[in-house]
């Protein structure tokens, strides 16, 4: 066994890079599905600033990478590491995989309930010349989608202020990461 895998085994193994990557994952999706998603993003988001914050500071975050290190890079990171201790299969497990992975090493308890990258909205109607209205929801990323393409919240947006929960209210264009 090499120094590097032994450094890893010692940290808590396959199953504490597991439990620490499945917060990164939305649910149903395969680590390779989310680093497909979070390079869309990036590249979307590139250049686009609000205040001095890119569109992707305005969102919530589920678990920081490390000072210095992408989203992108962390995953990457982990699943190599995952690689390096023996399962070649891991870009293609899917969300739930690695929950099951994580509750049968025993480090969590079976009811354990996993974070996932699923953000959560709320949204509030616009009305000129009023006060904000009630928040309503959360909300999922599909429905908030779907609505949006139905242009319920107006053609881009503009009848309605957006937050992922915990967030600070803005405009659609802003907040969303879709």
Same mark, same amino acid.
């Given at each position: ?48 600033? %609000?205040?001095?914050? &890119? !569109?992707?500071?305005?969102?919530? $975050?589920? *678990?920081?990478?490390?000072? @210095?290190?992408?989203?992108? #890079? ?13 399962? %070649?299969?891991?870009? &293609? !497990?899917?969300?739930?995989?690695? $929950?099951? *992975?994580?509750?049968?090493? @025993?480090?969590?308890?079976? #009811? ?34 779907t609505w949006?393409n139905a ?28």
């Amino acid at each position: 066994m090499k120094a590097e895998e032994r450094e890893l085994e010692q940290s808590g193994g396959k199953s504490a890079l597991e439990h620490q990557l499945v917060g990164m994952l939305k649910r149903g999706e395969t680590v390779l599905e989310a680093l497909q998603r979070l390079g869309a993003s990036s590249r979307k988001n590139t250049g686009r600033h %609000t205040n001095g914050k &890119s !569109k992707a500071d305005s969102s919530m $975050v589920v *678990d920081k990478p490390p000072k @210095g290190m992408s989203d992108i #890079d962390l995953i990457t990171d982990l699943a190599s590491n995952i690689m390096s201790l023996g399962d %070649t299969d891991i870009y &293609s !497990k899917t969300y739930e995989e690695l $929950v099951r *992975d994580v509750r049968s090493s @025993g480090q969590v308890e079976n #009811d354990w309930v996993p974070p996932s990258a699923d953000v959560k909205y709320e949204y509030r109607w616009i009305v000129f010349g009023q006060e904000p209205g009630e928040p309503f929801g959360p909300f999922g990323e599909e429905d908030m989608k779907t609505w949006f393409n139905a242009a319920y919240f107006g053609v881009s947006g503009e009848k309605v202020q957006v937050r992922a929960v915990g967030g600070e209210w803005g405009a659609w264009d802003v907040v969303t990461r879709f």
